[in-house]
């Protein structure tokens, strides 16, 4: 009913910059936040960023400043412009999305992933 389709990830240069890009599509009635979250060999999934449909933004502490996430609502695609990329910013990022979705007459809350992109930060 819902997908998220990733894409922008690659092979940097640290100091380098990468955006990545994620478009929700499907039966979608309406958004109420998209993020961006990570996961590093042998280590936990991490949120990076989250955006709300109003703008609202958080980030985890060692992005700041860094990392942009922005949100096309009229696209449904949320973005993450990420600067000065260091090794410890390789993993696979994945988008989520907290959204509503129309089924028939009826609306039902949802919560969906992406299938990760690679990024990797090396010389």
């Known amino acids: 009913q819902v997908q998220l389709v990733e894409s922008g990830g690659g092979l940097v240069q640290p100091g380098g910059s990468l955006r990545l890009s994620c478009a929700a599509s499907g039966s979608i009635a309406s958004i109420n936040a998209m993020g961006w979250y990570r996961q590093a060999p042998g280590k936990q999934r991490e949120l990076v960023a989250r955006?709300?449909?109003?703008?609202?933004?958080n980030y985890a502490d060692s992005v700041k400043g860094r990392f942009t996430i922005s949100i096309d609502n009229g696209k449904n695609t949320v973005y993450l412009q990420m600067n000065s990329l260091e090794p410890e910013d390789t993993a696979v990022y994945y988008c989520n999305a907290d959204l509503w979705v129309a089924a028939g007459a009826l609306v039902r809350k949802g919560d969906y992933w992406g299938q990760g992109t690679q990024v990797t930060v090396s010389s």
């Open positions: 955006i709300t449909i109003g703008g609202s933004t």
